[in-house]
Structures are given as structure tokens and as C-alpha cells.
């Protein structure tokens, strides 16, 4: 519309503007707000198009980033006390190509600190509410992205996964989100949780939308050294392919107890979609899901452990005096850091510490490897695989911040993916009690197109139009 001249691009601004002043304050999705910004940014694009040019697809679009990703000049704050004011001196990667593309940023989007968590509920500025039902948290730790989109307070948003942290806030949120293959998107400028895990990838309303936000930011990157050095497919032109003649597997270690009524309905309505499509639906197995979980928890901790020894006081952020050196360092770290975080820390020094390495980080570097055999087996006889992308629609607030291995297990189906390095997507197959439900779709590596095909298809067939009620959400 805004390339057709039918509407401006400014009128977008500050339509979305206006929703933020609105609803923000019951939803608290940003931690930064940009306005003033993303304003100048749409006059751009309105000056362009007068001027005869096409400012691209993106140009004009109203878009959240997440509070991980380095913003020169914008503070970044990863969601904890520690980075309260730490101020970029440039962006991430993502975030200059999506400037070069005319974003309209609104600002930065509020997170698990330093992504630690599936609720927005660890974040030092508070927690996100979910749209749908303010009692109710947005998942996480992408929640703000996922919750300013449902929202309204932004058209597109960017996330980061490295455990199910896009995919799932797009399952409680009614939205679609996309984990790319590892490497396929530049981690330059990410702040690191777990360097082997971490990607970074699109939330959107809708599956066209993930493929367009997609197309812009994947591609090789020099300055990333895990960045694959291939060209990104044309993600679009895939859409509308169907799903006739292919082969669908449904782990079964992915749909056994702790499914919800609704999830599991949800699910297999989907699966019955597929066949009516044209497409050969079995049940398959992938044996060592059923350690994934406590593979995850020993390498990502572990991970976060030596990743996060550089917030120190002395180099940047958050700085607390102390007599010496050493009572400077547990201050810092005492006060600046929340609890999740101390908590995968200290279970991350646990595991690479002398005569402990080998008993818990290198057997889960072995599971491992034995799950990526899981999935290079499975994608011989299918195209893809599907599953919940949560056990449950979204939980209430509070309901398990005391007990991690709860909040963990919402995770379950995600996490295997980040393990293995495969693209996934998220999207809305329903609703449980008027939540959102998500259906999980994975695929082979580098093959995001197959997924978006899938995805496409069958996001045409449910119809799903829901969206956010006044009264039990924003409406």
C-alpha cells in the first residue's frame, strides 16, 4: 500500500505510534521506545517515493527489534540492570541491512535478561503481558517482539532463538516465527547467551510476511565466522508451491503426555489439513528427544557461563566499587544480574569446572551429535517434521517463575532444533480457552523454503484471522 501511494508512510508511523501510546502501558513490549526516529525514517520513505524511487519492501514498515541486538546510539540493554545504559557504538548486522531496507524502528523490544527464559517475566524492566490475556505471559524470551506485534505496536519484530525464544512467543501470541538455519543470518551484534545455539530471525503476522522480513536480513556476513557463506533462496517465490506429494513425520517423542487438550486437537486438525492437501502424514521417532532437554541445560548454561565473564565493571556497564578488585567483581555481578541468570551461570561453571567437564558438558556435546543423526535420518525419508510448538497455550504470570524445571519443560519441543542447527518455524493452528495454540514446522538445513511452502499452505487452509480481545487482552 505505502509503495502504491495509498497510504503514506508516515500515516503508518504514526498510527502505530498512536496504538503504542495506547496499549503500551498495559503491555510493556518496549524497554526503549525510538520514535522520533522511526518518524525521520518514514519521511524518508515518503521523500523517496515522491522523488520517482521504490524504497523496498521494507521501507516504511514499523518494526520492533529485541534488546539484544546492537543499535548504535540506542541503548541496549539485554534486558538486565547490568547493561542498564550501555550505548552501541554500532549496530548489528541485521540492524543495517534493515536500515538500508528503510526500517522504521520503534524501538527496541523487552526480553528474558540476556534471553535467559521462556516468559519475559526475568527482564529487570518488568514484565510483558500477553495481548490475548493480560494475566498471561507472552512467551520469551522474545516475549516484547512477539507481544508488540500482536499488540499492534509494531508491524514486524525481530527476535532471537536459541531454545525455542522466537518460536514459542509466536505460539502464545497467535503470530508466526521463524528460527533460521544456524548461520544462515548474521550473530554479528548479537549479544551472546550460547554462541552455538543463538539465531536470530523474524516474528510476523503472517507466513509472506516472515518470507519478505527473512529475505532481508539472511545472507553471508564476514564479520560473523559461524556465517554460512551462501546466498539467501528466494523465500517468496516458494509460497505458493502446496503440499501434494510430500512427506510429513510426526515425532512421536513430541506428542506424547504433557499436551494440553486443546494443543493436541489443534495439532491433529492440522495433520488431517495436510492429508486433505495431498500430503502422506506417518509418525516417526527420533530416540535421543528424550535427552535433549538435559543436553540443552548443561551445553547453554555452560555457554552463558563463559560468554557472560566480560561483564566485569571494567570495561563497560554496570560498575560497583568495592575495597579491591575481586569485591568490585562480586558486586557488580551480584547486583547487575537477576536470579535465572546467576542461576545458569553458576550451573554453567558447575559443568566445565576440573574433573565435572567431561561427565556433564562432553556427554551432552555427545547427545548431541547423536540428535543431529536423529534429524539427518528422519529428513531422508521426509520432507519435513511437525509438532506443538508448546505443550500449552500460554501460562499465567507467576505460575512458574518458582519452579525452573517447569518454565524449562515449556521449551521441550523447540529446544532439539537449536541442537541440531535446523530451521523451524512457528504458526498459529488454533485455539485452547481463546489462547493461540502453535503448530511447529522443521526442515532440513538451508531449507527455509520448504518450510514457508508448508507453512503457507497450510496457514491458507485454517483461515486463522484471530486476533487480541478488548477486555481479557488489548482488543
Known sequence: MIRRREVSALEVFRAVRDRIEEVERKVNSYITLTLEAA???????????????DPGVAAGIPLAVKDVLCTKGIRTTCGSRILE????????????????????????????????????????????????????????????????????????????????????????????GLKPTYGLVSRYGLVAFASSLDQVGPITRNVRDCALLLALIAGHDPRDS?????????????????????RIGVPRELVQEGL???????????????QELGAEVEET?????????????????AEASSNLARYDGVRYGLRVEGKDMLEMYGKTRAKGFGAEVKRRIMLGTYALSAGYYEAYYGQAQKIRTLIVEDFRRAFQRYDVLVSPTSPTPAFALGEKV?????????????????LAGIPAISMPCGLEDGLPVGLQIM??????????RVASALEVAIGFRERPKAGRGVG
Open 85 to 176: 545504559n550501555y550505548v552501541p557504538v554500532y549496530d548489528a548486522t541485521v540492524v543495517s541491512r534493515l536500515k538500508r531496507a528503510g526500517m522504521t524502528m520503534m524501538g527496541k523490544a523487552n526480553m528474558d535478561e540476556f534471553a535467559m527464559g521462556s516468559s519475559t517475566e526475568n527482564s529487570a524492566f518488568g514484565p510483558t503481558r500477553n495481548p490475548w490475556d493480560l494475566g498471561r505471559v507472552p512467551g520469551g524470551s522474545s516475549g516484547g517482539s512477539a507481544a508488540a506485534v500482536a499488540a499492534g505496536e509494531a508491524i514486524w519484530a525481530l527476535g532471537s532463538d536459541t531454545g525455542g525464544s522466537i518460536r514459542q512467543p509466536a505460539s502464545f501470541c497467535g503470530l508466526v
Open 443 to 452: 526442515g532440513r538445513v538451508l531449507e527455509e523454503t520448504t518450510l514457508l
Open 39 to 53: 518518524e525521520e525514517a518514514a519521511r524518508a520513505a515518503d521523500d523517496r517515493l515522491a522523488a520517482g524511487e
Open 226 to 246: 559461524t556465517s554460512l557463506n551462501v546466498e539467501p533462496s528466494d523465500y517468496l517465490a516458494a509460497l505458493d508451491g502446496g503440499v501434494r506429494g510430500m
Open 260 to 274: 494440553t487438550p486443546g494443543v493436541r486437537k489443534a495439532m491433529e486438525r492440522s495433520l488431517e489439513i495436510f
Open 402 to 418: 518458582e519452579d525452573p524445571l517447569a518454565m524449562y519443560l515449556s521449551d521441550v519441543c523447540t529446544i532439539p532444533v537449536n
Open 285 to 301: 521417532t527420533l530416540p535421543h528427544l528424550d535427552y535433549a532437554l538435559s543436553a540443552y541445560y548443561i551445553i547453554a548454561p
